[in-house]
Each structure stands twice: as C-alpha cells, then as structure tokens.
C-alpha cells in the first residue's frame, strides 16, 4: 500500500464511540474549569503581558511555523490537513498537569487555557480555514469537503466553551465542591480520552502499521518545534523562565482530541488527519512528561518564585 493511498482511507470509528468522545471531551474542559476563577483573570489584568504573549504563540505563531514545516517535508495532503488541525487546536487538557510538574507558572497556564479554550471557538475554525486554503494541495480537500466554519464554531463552543463556563460557575457557587470534584473528574476523563485513542488505532492497527513510521517522525518533529516556538517567543519578549516553561507547555501540548473529534464529524475520519492526531494525542503526553521531569530538577530563580507566589 503507497503512502498515498491514506488519503482516500477513513479510520472506523462509529457514532457511538463519537459520542462517547464528545462526552469525555467535555467532562475533561469541564474538570479543568473547576479549577479556575474570576481571580485568575483579575491577576492577568495586572500583569497581562505573559497572557498575550501565550495566546500569539498558540494562535498565530504555531500555525505559522506548522505551514513553513508543510512546505519544507511537503507531506501527504491528508497528513498535512491534519497538522494544521492540531496546529490551529487550543492548548492540551494535560498542559497544567505537566506545568506543575516542570515547575512553571501554573496559574498563568491555567488562565491560558481558559482564553485560548474561549478564542478557539473562533480562531479553530479560522486557523484551519486560513492555513489550509494557503497550501493548494489542503485546499483541494477543503473545497471537497465544504465544510461549515459555522458549523465548526457551534461543535467547538459546545464542546469547550459551555464546559467551561459550567465549571467556573460551579467554583464561584460552591468552591469546596469544585475541588474536590477536578480532582476526581479531570483524572478520570483523561483516562476514559487516551483509551478512546488507544481503542480507535488498535481497531485501525492495520492501517496504523502500514503507515506509523510515517507519520512518527513528522509528529515528533512537529511537536518539538512547537515546544521550541513557546519557549523561544517567551525568551525573546523577555518573560521570566517559569513563563518561559509554562509558553513551551502550553504551545507543545495541543488539544489534539479536539481535533480528532472534529476530524470525525466533518471529515469523515479521513485517514492521515486522523492518524496525525491521534499519534499527537499519545506523543504529547509523552514528550511533555519527558520535557517536565527534566526541568523538575532544574531549580527556578529566586525571583520567578516571587513572581509566583
């Protein structure tokens, strides 16, 4: 089988298990709202140059950067569709997990993923839209497809956006309730979310076989740009290195179940964008992990933990 030919395969994942990953995608925003305030957004008021700086890399930076790396390894349309997909997603749902782990600011990340979960019900769409149309052969597809930005907006406000709005009103109501409830709500659902992955390549593992190796090295070399982007962006407008860590995370780690879940909807499953984002869906945890162990034992200057306290 050519490498080729995944663009015209569809992965088979059926409508019951879409709901099932609807579900879990909401439960996952909604666990990680719990732990998140008005006061978050007074802070970043007072200091909101790391938050702008977080959304452009993630929103105009990361997208940017996936189109020169499409252009310089000219993949597979399919596999290209599907970097712009995770490349226009907002941060991961594990990304203020491995934030603590690493020693960053997890109060920024936290926010983070707040305004990049609210923008992303409008920046999604049009990251994907505007990226995709800019290379001729993802083009193609788009116009075959024909999909609804609109559409698009709906799915991913009901996914992310609602959630989160249901979370921060049940930390503001009753904040004892909401903590205890992320603990167990965020744990679980990501669980219930790598095993959906994991169900859906193992039930796909022929068309997985024939086409990982492929598809692994564009992932991790993708993934590793990512990370390099947030940290070098963060480095250059001067932010202090627990922001440094926190950008990288958060620009590294993408919500690539919301792609996939959108992969599914609107584009049928189609072979190489659901595969690209299913692999980033288990390579970033791991990848992440790896990048936070490694700075858990690099100590933060004194005056980050002023920053941070």
Same mark, same amino acid.
């Given at each position: 089988?050519?490498?080729?030919?995944?663009?015209?395969?569809?992965?088979?994942?059926?409508?019951?298990?879409?709901?099932?990953?609807?579900?879990?995608?909401?439960?996952?925003?909604?666990?990680?709202?719990?732990?998140?305030?008005?006061?978050?957004? @007074?802070?970043?008021?007072?200091?909101?140059?790391?938050?702008?700086? #977080?959304?452009?890399?993630?929103?105009?930076?990361?997208?940017?950067?996936?189109?020169?790396?499409?252009?310089?390894?000219?993949?597979? +349309?399919?596999?290209?569709? #599907?970097?712009?997909?995770?490349?226009?997603? +907002?941060? &991961?749902?594990?990304?203020?997990?491995?934030?603590?782990?690493? @020693?960053?600011?997890?109060?920024?990340?936290?926010?983070?993923?707040?305004?990049?979960?609210?923008?992303?019900?409008?920046?999604?769409?049009?990251? *994907?839209?505007?990226?995709?149309?800019? =290379?001729?052969?993802?083009?193609?597809?788009? @116009?075959?497809?024909?999909?609804?930005?609109?559409?698009? /907006?709906?799915?991913?406000?009901?996914?992310? #956006?609602?959630?989160?709005? *249901?979370?921060? =009103?049940?930390?503001?109501?009753? +904040?004892?309730?909401?903590?205890?409830?992320?603990?167990?709500?965020?744990?679980?659902?990501?669980?219930?979310?790598? /095993?959906?992955?994991?169900?859906?390549?193992?039930?796909?593992?022929?068309?997985?076989?024939? =086409?990982?190796?492929? /598809?692994?090295?564009?992932?991790?070399?993708?993934?590793? *740009?990512?990370?390099?982007? &947030? =940290?070098?962006?963060?480095?250059?407008? &001067?932010?202090?290195?627990?922001?440094?860590?926190?950008?990288?995370?958060?620009?590294?780690?993408?919500?690539?179940?919301?792609?996939?879940? *959108?992969?599914?909807?609107?584009?049928? &499953?189609?072979?190489?964008?659901?595969?690209?984002?299913?692999?980033?869906? /288990?390579?970033?945890?791991?990848?992440?992990?790896?990048?936070?162990?490694?700075?858990?034992?690099?100590?933060?200057? @004194?005056?980050?933990?002023?920053?941070?306290?």
């Amino acid at each position: 089988m050519t490498i080729s030919a995944i663009d015209s395969l569809h992965i088979d994942f059926t409508e019951q298990s879409l709901w099932v990953m609807n579900i879990a995608l909401g439960l996952v925003m909604f666990g990680i709202a719990l732990d998140i305030s008005l006061n978050d957004f @007074k802070r970043l008021w007072l200091q909101p140059k790391p938050l702008f700086v #977080g959304v452009f890399s993630q929103f105009v930076l990361l997208p940017a950067v996936t189109f020169i790396l499409v252009l310089l390894i000219s993949p597979i +349309p399919s596999i290209a569709l #599907g970097m712009f997909m995770v490349a226009a997603c +907002p941060g &991961g749902n594990i990304s203020n997990f491995i934030t603590h782990i690493a @020693k960053g600011n997890s109060a920024l990340s936290i926010s983070l993923t707040a305004v990049a979960t609210l923008l992303a019900v409008v920046m999604t769409p049009i990251n *994907l839209q505007l990226w995709g149309s800019l =290379y001729s052969p993802t083009a193609i597809i788009l @116009k075959e497809v024909a999909i609804s930005p609109w559409e698009m /907006v709906k799915l991913v406000a009901l996914l992310l #956006g609602l959630p989160l709005v *249901l979370g921060m =009103y049940l930390n503001h109501i009753r +904040p004892n309730l909401a903590s205890k409830l992320a603990k167990i709500l965020k744990l679980v659902s990501i669980i219930c979310f790598v /095993v959906l992955i994991v169900v859906a390549l193992f039930n796909n593992r022929d068309i997985f076989m024939d =086409y990982v190796f492929y /598809v692994f090295w564009i992932v991790v070399i993708h993934n590793l *740009l990512a990370f390099v982007t &947030g =940290y070098s962006f963060a480095n250059i407008m &001067g932010l202090s290195q627990a922001n440094k860590r926190t950008l990288a995370i958060e620009t590294g780690i993408q919500n690539s179940g919301l792609g996939l879940l *959108l992969i599914f909807t609107f584009f049928d &499953g189609m072979g190489g964008m659901a595969l690209l984002a299913a692999f980033w869906g /288990v390579w970033h945890i791991i990848s992440g992990l790896a990048v936070a162990s490694f700075w858990s034992f690099k100590p933060i200057d @004194k005056l980050d933990k002023k920053e941070l306290a």
